[in-house]
């Protein structure tokens, strides 16, 4: 726990963080009646804005549908609260992204066909409840002893509200690149069926440790573009998985199987994960067990059941018996936490995990005897969240910019993300947490995860900010130096004056009677620091060898990705859209965005990050 977090949410006293998102914190906590639950707690920048309050009821009330079948009961929630919050039951098992990337690889194709039915059955309530997901992927799915959880209902939505498809009111995209639907990536409308092909997402990715249409490391866009026009990358999947997850994968709707077709003939076995995982979860039902004793009689009257006290000794479970050896030594723990990434008290190389392989607190680990969660991490408060500055220009004609986005997390955790635009190109990269203390914090090596053009990045050098006050810090990196201020930050950056569709006029003075033939078009949605958030459409006449107009168009339409919402917007350079680009098209290269308002109109200016005249729109 940190200085600044609560001593209690509700009726929950808090025992623990778990970890923080782009939302909010989670923290593990008690009831009075001794039920482990986990707490969300929106952050309160985000609590003053009343969209933010608005998804967070939507997320509420979606699990409150459910019913926690499959997914996560609502223990107690107030959304209306000055730092709105919602509890629910705390499950004590990894997400499968960590157990896949980090704890154990690959599951076998049996435990896949077993957690393929459990998701089902899940993704069954999900729907008979009116609600479609829209954000399965593997961290968003838990693996306990019975069975697979789905958690995050955070952009969840009613069949019957979904008429914007993947898109949000304010039109950006939503989901996560990589396990989204081909009608997600088109904004269209969205039906249960789209949970399916996500669904076959995450099981190939279960049975080969990568997505079947590659990561979002080589460009967002790149990744999307696969997932709406191209087959998927089974190459490595077992056969007996072949057929089930290439029915999920179907481009067209009508060709996906149902939820309720799937958990009918895939049943999940006991035990259903390997006897690896199955000790792992043995060794942290100990761990948390001990953590819950000798915290006081339960309160008289509290609906939420006690945890019962934890037994001698927890044994690995021998094979076979998976289930049926950890049910009692499990107990009353609860079924799931709901944060936009798996918090678990997870032993070795999960978000917060809590203690070695042999199931004692790892020293430095912030573990005590009695298990209790590890500190969040070293970055005192003051830096977290994103710094935008400029290092060539100024910040009404940037020439080259840099953000960095700080979230909390230990020393030696990529917590930190950066892009850097120059005119030429776009770098995204995470950076590791070397060193801080209450006004410096140290940026070690790093890693580039998106360059546009493509291979053109280096990972970032080591980078230091120093405070100078709340909203502002110096940076510097070897002989560079900058001064950064901090920004919005989050999953919906854009300024309401931005969104939109735009248009150039006609102008006669340059291209006379014909004008109207020359034309642009952008469109800005809503979205994060890193997506790609504007779309650009030219289209004019072909002209012949010796510069005639003739009848023939030629249509160019490219997108770009946001690297900057500071006082202007960053835009990356631009990458085509291959079914919508003539030969004769040349993208241009990074670009910044400017509203006002000119002769009582809204007005866009499309600023080239090189000196040059912008481009002029106006709203649609």
């Not at 936490?337 to 199931?359: F, H, K, Q």
């Not at 969104?499 to 952008?522: C, F, I, K």
């Not at 917007?569 to 085509?576: D, E, F, K, N």
Request: net charge negative; proline share 9%; charged share 20%.
């Amino acid at each position: 726990m940190n200085a600044e977090d609560p001593v209690s949410v509700g009726p929950f006293r808090l025992l623990g963080r778990l970890g923080a998102g782009g939302m909010g914190r989670v923290f593990l906590a008690r009831s009075a009646g001794g039920r482990t639950v986990a707490v969300k707690v929106v952050h309160a920048e985000l609590a003053a804005r009343e969209e933010f309050r608005r998804r967070f009821a939507r997320e509420v009330a979606a699990l409150e549908r459910v019913g926690g079948t499959g997914t996560a009961p609502v223990l107690g929630a107030d959304t209306t609260a000055e730092a709105p919050w919602v509890a629910v039951g705390y499950v004590a098992g990894p997400s499968l992204r960590t157990v896949v990337a980090e704890e154990y690889g690959p599951l076998p194709p049996a435990t896949v066909r077993a957690l393929a039915g459990g998701l089902a059955r899940a993704l069954v309530h999900i729907h008979d409840a009116g609600l479609v997901h829209r954000d399965l992927k593997p961290s968003n799915v838990l693996l306990t002893v019975d069975g697979p959880r789905i958690i995050d209902f955070g952009i969840a939505r009613a069949v019957d509200t979904v008429t914007d498809g993947g898109l949000t009111t304010t039109g950006a995209l939503v989901g996560s690149p990589g396990f989204m639907s081909p009608e997600q990536v088109r904004g269209e409308r969205l039906t249960p069926a789209s949970d399916l092909f996500c669904l076959g997402s995450v099981l190939a990715y279960a049975a080969t440790g990568r997505g079947p249409f590659g990561t979002a490391d080589s460009g967002v866009h790149a990744t999307l573009f696969r997932i709406a026009h191209d087959e998927p990358d089974l190459a490595d999947l077992a056969p007996e998985l072949t057929g089930l997850i290439r029915a999920c994968l179907a481009k067209e709707l009508g060709a996906r199987p149902s939820a309720a077709e799937i958990a009918a003939t895939l049943p999940v076995p006991d035990p259903w994960l390997p006897a690896g995982v199955l000790a792992r979860l043995g060794r942290h039902a100990a761990l948390l067990l001990e953590a819950e004793a000798g915290t006081g009689d339960p309160v008289a009257g509290d609906p939420t059941p006690a945890t019962p006290p934890p037994p001698a000794s927890a044994p690995e479970p021998p094979r076979g018996r998976g289930r049926t050896a950890l049910v009692a030594g499990l107990g009353a723990l609860a079924v799931a936490v709901t944060a936009t990434a798996a918090y678990t008290l997870w032993p070795e190389g999960g978000p917060s995990g809590a203690g070695s392989s042999d199931g004692k607190p790892r020293a430095g680990s912030g573990g005590t005897a009695g298990g209790s969660a590890r500190p969040a991490g070293i970055v005192p408060a003051g830096f977290l969240g994103a710094w935008e500055g400029v290092l060539q220009g100024d910040a009404d004609n940037p020439r080259e910019t840099t953000r960095i986005e700080i979230g909390q997390g230990a020393a030696g955790s990529k917590a930190a993300v950066y892009t850097h635009v120059t005119p030429e190109r776009f770098c995204m990269g995470r950076a590791r947490l070397a060193q801080a203390d209450e006004d410096r914090l140290v940026l070690g090596d790093a890693d580039v995860t998106a360059s546009i053009p493509a291979q053109r990045c280096t990972p970032a050098a080591g980078q230091t900010l120093a405070l100078v006050s709340p909203n502002v810090l110096t940076w510097t990196s070897g002989t560079a130096k900058a001064t950064f201020r901090k920004v919005p930050a989050g999953p919906e950056v854009v300024p309401a004056a931005y969104l939109g569709t735009w248009r150039t006029e006609a102008n006669t003075d340059v291209y006379g009677p014909q004008a109207e033939r020359w034309s642009q078009e952008l469109t800005v949605t809503q979205g994060p620091v890193g997506a790609p958030l504007v779309r650009h459409h030219t289209s004019s006449p072909r002209l012949s060898e010796d510069g005639t107009v003739t009848a023939d168009v030629v249509n160019c339409t490219a997108t770009a990705v946001l690297a900057g919402a500071g006082t202007t917007l960053v835009l990356s350079p631009q990458t085509r859209v291959p079914q919508a680009w003539d030969p004769e098209c040349g993208e241009q290269e990074s670009n910044f965005l400017v509203a006002d308002r000119y002769q009582g109109r809204d007005r866009l200016l499309l600023y080239p990050m090189a000196d040059s005249e912008p481009a002029e729109f106006f709203r649609d």
